[in-house]
């Protein structure tokens, strides 16, 4: 029995496949080239070694179109989008296929499912917002479908805005505020849900384990904070002030209108409720211990 993991060399991808050998499991990557680890696929070709699905004990499905890659142009939303729906839809499909289906396939979404919403608590329960992102998401998290109806536990993890030494949102943002450049993000009143690389790892192994695990789970810290405390708290983990702020019209200048507004100025404010009912035991609740911990 082993463990397929999608999006192997990434932030996320990469993690889990660690995490899983250190706990005695077979994990494989898939990717765009086999290896004696990897399987190969192309979701818009429409190939994948089939025989190579049979017999999973579980699969985890990261892959997708980076979201802050640059400016969303027409062609890079269609990138963004295609890469998420098609992929899924395509792996769910044949995951159905298999004669020995795996128990439970773990998908990654987006808090950007729930769009702007300013200061209302979101909950799994939440409707979801307006805007690409949430396009991008609900057709995302739908494309598993075919999974779902072949009776695949499916999990589909709505991730917060990650941090890790390196990669996710820290990497942009830690040479500016070490120059003591790190400024708030206009009014800086906008909720950030954050949540570290160990704790999302933590999640997906119980994700795997745990059949209570089913649907939407809100893969956030219990702690979000807005964009000025994340800037103060950010600051003070690396020693510096904080620098000037950021006005919005200069945020959209240098990443367009649609991208500031969604990504830099957006405001999300997730309570991880499937994850608090469930007691899972957070690494890091709080955001000052958490960057103490990730920057140490």
Not at 96 to 125: F, H, N, Q, T
Not at 179 to 204: A, E, H, N
Request: hydrophobic share 45%; charged share 20%.
């Amino acid at each position: 029995m082993s463990v397929l993991v999608s999006g192997p060399r990434g932030l996320l991808g990469s993690a889990v496949i660690a995490s899983l050998r250190a706990a005695g499991k077979r994990a494989m990557g898939l990717s765009r080239t086999a290896g004696p680890d990897a399987i190969a696929w192309d979701p818009y070709a429409g190939t994948v070694d089939t025989a190579s699905l049979e017999g999973l004990e579980a699969v985890v499905h990261f892959a997708g179109e980076g979201i802050a890659d640059g400016r969303w142009t027409a062609g890079l939303k269609r990138r963004i989008l295609e890469s998420r729906v098609r992929g899924t839809t395509f792996l769910s499909e044949r995951l159905a296929a298999a004669a020995r289906k795996p128990a439970v396939m773990v998908c990654a979404s987006a808090i950007g499912y729930y769009g702007d919403r300013g200061d209302e608590i979101l909950y799994e329960r939440s409707e979801p917002g307006r805007g690409f992102m949430s396009e991008v998401c609900v057709k995302w998290e739908t494309s598993t479908k075919a999974a779902e109806d072949a009776g695949i536990r499916v999990v589909r993890l709505r991730i917060g805005l990650v941090l890790a030494r390196q990669g996710g949102l820290l990497s942009p943002l830690l040479p500016l505020f070490r120059m003591g450049l790190g400024g708030r993000l206009g009014d800086g009143k906008q909720w950030m849900s954050w949540v570290t690389r160990d704790d999302l790892v933590g999640v997906v192994l119980r994700a795997i384990e745990d059949p209570s695990y089913r649907g939407p789970v809100n893969l956030v810290a219990p702690g979000p904070v807005t964009n000025t405390e994340f800037t103060c708290e950010l600051a003070n983990a690396v020693g510096r002030w904080v620098g000037p702020p950021v006005p919005r019209f200069a945020a959209r200048l240098l990443m367009g209108r649609e991208f500031a507004d969604a990504l830099l100025f957006g405001s999300t404010r997730v309570a991880p409720g499937a994850l608090l009912e469930r007691s899972y035991p957070f690494l890091h609740p709080d955001l000052g211990g958490a960057l103490r911990s990730v920057l140490a």
